[in-house]
């Protein structure tokens, strides 16, 4: 999970990209590096530990410039964060590479080209892709041809930015498995691993498939598919803007984001709803015959994802009346799944580009599960095109490592593909109207559950000294715990565990004192009650309750309990509203535990790596 850019331009490449970088940090910040080639064909290089920041500081105090260059921002998989395994890597002062993505046979190269002669000056598997593309330099290839013979020897996944000293003006891309798009500029052109690190410099972009190579240069831009043959991509134009990824008033991207979701979530609903229905045509112009078929849903996520496919469950089953399972995508192509084939894969992430998510939708697709859908935030994604049908959740950028309005917008794609399937399958039309409505209502509704925002951050000083938590929840809002436990420990590295409430005391019960606080969610629908007696268990042992309370549920505050109460929400719709003030928590115990909040250590927002 790495970001990588490049620049080929009339002008100095270098401020674009630093300001790529930036703009990519979210897909790693525990190193960064740029190289140039100058105009004396000489390979230029900066590399720092640490955030792009320090690498924006060691440049302005060097001489670095150049009309030609790639950079890099880095998530370690192989070797530790340093400055010796911080790209670009160089091979003899000749060629550099970036490199996204993982090498599987990088071990086997590296024994075949010691013995060769090449030596090594990092633990990373991407050195073996520099020197790869030098030995077929030195067999008299120009650099297109260099790199399509080395990435035929490469096992795994990869996008790749190559430079070259003796070609300046000229940039090879390719990619296997991990993202690349181009940036088409007037008499310019660049690579980004996402639109988002170039959108100051252009909104027209040409997504690569998989196979593909590019040779890039200022003024020409040709395409090469895995034959070789010369191939014409399809060129985007971005509707975002340069400032759809700034953070604005706020101190944090999560908390912009948190801020978001009304608006994010009419997006997901705009011209989805047609008075009182759910339109088909929403879904792709095949939904119609795909939905026919189905009889079961099978949901492939991971992280985040994973619990809204755990609350979509619920609903998929309750109000839909068709079984739906839920399975982590890592887990789910090795552990030799049988296939049902009248079931509707829906693989969701927010980037699309989820590797393991990925993997278990084409390994679905391979194994014979029927039709497949993609919940996604990103059109252009891997998952989008792979599968059959999608459904783009319209979040907008989201910067935070910890997510949050994919998280509310993937529920409420997950909720419109509950009503279009359930009217399949006996669900009456009176739901369906009343389901609309409470869709139609949940802007306003989140709106209201932001206004505890004050409240949520008094709330937080309370966790201050606290290093454990525990989260409970009963049905549709055990998911909801779950993403609360996840938030908290994801930004506040406090250990946090989520179980359902009627588990507690399974177990868990045992680890409940005064310095565990346990944090529950109350809505008020048919498990109240079973709820409030569990709630009771933790107040009969000393332990410190914290409850986000529907207003009409009749839960107080007293000594050891403390109620935030939300607006009352009808029971579909309410695991999302009260997603919000777990997330305002998680945001605001960070802030207090002064941690990285957007940037929490050992993370990266998008996963691009198994």
Known sequence: MCGIIGAVAERDVVPILIEGLKRLEYRGYDSAGAVVVGDDNKLKRQRTVGKVAELEAAIRQSTISGHTGIAHTRWATHGAPSQSNAHPHICKNRVAVVHNGIIENHESLRVKQSGQGYDFTSDTDTEVIAHQVHYYLDQGADLYHAVRSAVADLEGAYALGVVHNTEPGRVVAARLGSPLVIGIGIGEHFIASDVAALLPVTQRFIFL??????????????IYDAAGNVVERPMTISELSADAVERGKYRHYMLKEIFEQPRAISETLEGRLSGDMVLEEAFGHKAKEIFDGVQGVHIIACGTSFHAGSIARYWFESLAGIPCSVEVASEFRYRHPIARRNSLVIAISQSGETADTLAALQEAKKLGFGHSMAICN?????MVREADLSLMTRAGPEIGVASTKAFTTQLVALMLLVIALGRRHGMAAQTEISLVHQLRSLPTKVEEALKLDDDIKKLAEFFADKNHALFLGRGAQYPVAMEGALKLKEISYIHAEAYPAGELKHGPLALVDANMPVISVAPNNELLEKLKSNLQ???????????????????????????LEVSSTEDPIAPIVFTIPLQLLSYYVAVLKGTDVDQPRNLAKSVTVE
Request: net charge negative; proline share 2%.
């Open 537 to 563: 268990e933790v107040r009969a042992r000393g332990g410190e309750l914290i409850v986000f309370a529907d207003n009409s549920a009749g839960v107080e505050s007293s000594k050891h309990v403390r109620v």
């Open 209 to 222: 498939e998989n196979g593909d190579i590019a040779d890039v240069r200022r003024d020409s831009l040709t």
């Open 378 to 382: 990103v059109p252009e994604s891997s």
